[in-house]
Nanobody, 126 residues
Framework: QVQLVESGGGLVQSGGSLRLSCAAS????????MYWVRQAPGKGREWVSG????????WYTDSVKGRFTISRDNAKNTLYLQMNYLKPEDTALYYC???????????????????WGRGTQVTVSR
């Protein structure tokens, strides 16, 4: 059974930092690209970042470039998102996710993802 469990969210002031983690189990983590997706109140899901299987290539949506860093530890089956210089507009429920595919390409469409965690809430105050 596939499980993705996020942690690390919380309340932080504008300009602060948080580090999200996602513990994966039930599938061969090292064979899958991994993603972070967020959903702000009243809005749809927004793709945030992706990382390839080996962890050497990363991608970000424009609004978080230079502030967020995605990484992974395949030995620990864990995905991370380091978030610095947080802004109130970063407030959202953050999910880690993946698709049920071992093809080696970036998929920025969350509607096609097969594996999802329950999310961790990030709230940034002004």
């Amino acid at each position: 059974q596939v499980q993705l469990v996020e942690s690390g969210g919380g309340l932080v002031q504008s300009g602060g930092s948080l580090r999200l983690s996602c513990a994966a189990s039930g599938f061969t983590f090292r064979n899958h690209w991994m993603y972070w997706v967020r959903q702000a109140p009243g809005k749809g899901r927004e793709w945030v970042s992706g990382i390839n299987r080996g962890g050497r290539s990363t991608w970000y949506t424009d609004s978080v470039k230079g502030r967020f860093t995605i990484s992974r530890d395949n030995a620990k089956n864990t995905l991370y998102l380091q978030m610095n210089y947080l802004k109130p507009e970063d407030t959202a429920l953050y999910y880690c996710a993946s698709d049920d595919s071992t093809t080696d390409w970036l998929n920025k469409n969350p509607s096609t993802y097969d594996y999802w965690g329950r999310g961790t809430q990030v709230t940034v105050s002004r």
